[in-house]
């Protein structure tokens, strides 16, 4: 069955420093990978998908089909960066499985 | 162009009292979705649908019915709520394989 994996909850860096947030994932097929964003009293929203290959808000992601991971990182942490983050996968582009988010916080 | 909007924003419901979430969307996605999120928890699919029409049962459909009669309107109907229930709701519409949520609907069912 189709999984997605994010091993922390919580994750607390300073402002500045590197961050990166976990997704592995599990799918027998070749799946679209996507971070969705969810600042506070905001709703959630697409930050990135991997087939675009781009950079948001500093943050990039690489799918790595031989580890099956989709981590999202983030050279320097600003403030505005803490959210709810969630790795998501699709298949035939109409299913989608979310994983149970990162929360990350980013101290002054 | 609003995007995807839900009513209510907050509900308290007794046991066995039904309601039903209200879903719009003006971007005419022909795919739509209902999510559940429990604390703590990631999305869970409720159900979903390709287009007027057509639904489709996703991972927890149980105490849950939707109907699609426009490509605009997905509501979520509980029939007999239980404790269970309590969630917060999110819908959502989705194009090129993006998703577009509305702001959610928290459900307390006491």
């Known amino acids: 069955a189709q999984r997605v994996t994010q091993p922390e909850k919580l994750l607390s860096v300073f402002k500045g420093a590197p961050v990166e947030l976990k997704c592995n994932y599990s799918?027998?097929?070749?799946?679209?990978l996507f971070w969705y964003v969810q600042y506070s009293r905001q709703r959630l929203q697409l930050l990135l998908r991997?087939?675009s290959r781009e950079s948001i808000k500093g943050f990039t992601a690489d799918l790595n089909k031989g580890e099956t991971s989709f981590h999202l990182k983030k050279p320097f942490a600003q403030e505005e960066d803490s959210a709810m983050y969630y790795c998501?996968?699709?298949?035939?582009?109409?299913?989608?499985?979310f994983g149970p988010g990162t929360r990350l916080s980013v101290l002054p | 162009n609003a995007g995807v909007t839900q009513t209510p924003k907050f509900r308290i419901l007794k046991i066995g009292q039904s309601m039903t979430l209200q879903c719009t969307q003006d971007m005419n996605h022909n795919y739509m979705y209902w999510y559940r999120q429990d604390p703590g928890m990631g999305l869970k699919l409720i159900y979903y649908?390709?287009?007027?029409?057509?639904?489709d049962k996703g991972e927890v459909p149980n105490g849950y019915n939707v109907s699609r009669s426009t490509t605009e309107d997905f509501p979520l109907r509980l029939e007999l709520a239980a404790p269970s229930q309590t969630s917060v709701y999110f819908c959502?519409?989705?194009?090129?394989?993006?998703?577009?949520f509305g702001p959610g609907t928290r459900l307390l069912v006491l």
């Open positions: 998501a996968l699709t298949y035939y582009g109409q299913n989608f499985v």
């Open positions: 991997h087939i």
């Open positions: 799918y027998s097929g070749s799946p679209e």
């Open positions: 649908s390709v287009g007027a029409g057509i639904t």
């Open positions: 959502a519409s989705s194009y090129s394989g993006t998703q577009y």
